[in-house]
């Protein structure tokens, strides 16, 4: 930028002693000025990694090029995924890998487990028609803190969440009864789970009735039967930071923060055409 000045005011001004008052020296000025100009790809090239420097920032280091390639098309720049690839490289950019993770299904073999009505039907054309929910387990230094989700098929949007140190019916009824407050259902909602005995616990069922829910079920041991639920918690699992050498509270604190404002305000999702859930809600609702 100093030498970009001398060039502009050396019509005006003796070049050395522009040099001189700027700090720099007239060799140096030559040189850049004898330098070819850089082309309009390169120059394309340094605004794009910056812009790809600040995406991945933003993303809190999770996005890999699917997603960073997706910003900037949305931020009007004409790109190839394969030169998003290739400065994310120069830029030594990477997404975050995903983790294995475990399940923590555990059935009660004297329930009598509702069937399959969602047959992998995943894509919902309204709010509020399915809710999927499920169960995971995450390791903290005091030890296993249980998630349980309710997430709304239809914006992939998590509308209901609870933890507890302990497995049982109390942690999902709780996340059921948070999505019960938080969105304008109507009776009729078809809930899917897998078959946990927290799911068929007769507690559980009982709430079930009561708010007019049509229940489903996935088949046992076949995880591709609640696809979406299980893709959120891989995807919880890599993006968020390990909580093994943090406290319950401070892992409660990081999942909260994770699924509130990250997840459901601003993370792009590829079942919404890189949209967050809360940006297809949103998006929708304004075109009724």
């Not at 998630?147 to 914006?155: G, M, Q, R």
Request: proline fraction near 5%.
């Amino acid at each position: 930028m100093t030498f970009a000045f001398i060039a502009t005011e050396k019509a005006a001004y003796p070049i050395r002693g522009l040099c001189r008052t700027l700090g720099v020296s007239a060799s140096g000025f030559y040189a850049w000025q004898a330098r070819p100009a850089e082309s309009p790809r390169r120059q394309q090239d340094g605004v794009l990694r910056q812009q790809l420097r600040v995406a991945h920032r933003a993303s809190r280091g999770v996005y890999g090029s699917p997603r960073l390639h997706q910003v900037l098309r949305q931020a009007g720049h004409r790109v190839s995924r394969k030169r998003v690839i290739r400065l994310m490289q120069v830029e030594g950019l990477r997404g975050r890998r995903r983790r294995r993770f475990r399940g923590t299904t555990v059935q009660d073999p004297s329930a009598r487990p509702a069937t399959n009505l969602l047959g992998r039907r995943f894509a919902v054309a309204a709010p509020n028609r399915v809710w999927a929910a499920d169960i995971t387990a995450i390791p903290t230094r005091e030890g296993w803190l249980y998630l349980a989700v309710v997430l709304d098929l239809w914006s992939r949007r998590i509308v209901g969440w609870a933890l507890r140190p302990t497995i049982d019916t109390d942690v999902v009824c709780v996340a059921l009864h948070v999505a019960l407050a938080r969105r304008a259902w109507r009776r009729g909602v078809l809930h899917h789970s897998d078959r946990g005995a927290q799911y068929t616990s007769d507690r559980y069922q009982a709430l079930l009735r009561t708010y007019g829910f049509g229940c489903s079920m996935s088949r046992p041991g076949n995880c591709y039967d609640n696809a979406p639920v299980e893709s959120f918690f891989r995807t919880l699992k890599t993006e968020l930071p390990s909580q093994t050498q943090v406290t319950r509270r401070q892992a409660t604190t990081a999942i909260a923060d994770y699924i509130e404002r990250f997840y459901n305000r601003e993370r792009l999702h590829s079942a919404l055409h890189y949209q967050s859930p809360a940006a297809f809600e949103a998006t929708r609702k304004a075109a009724v």
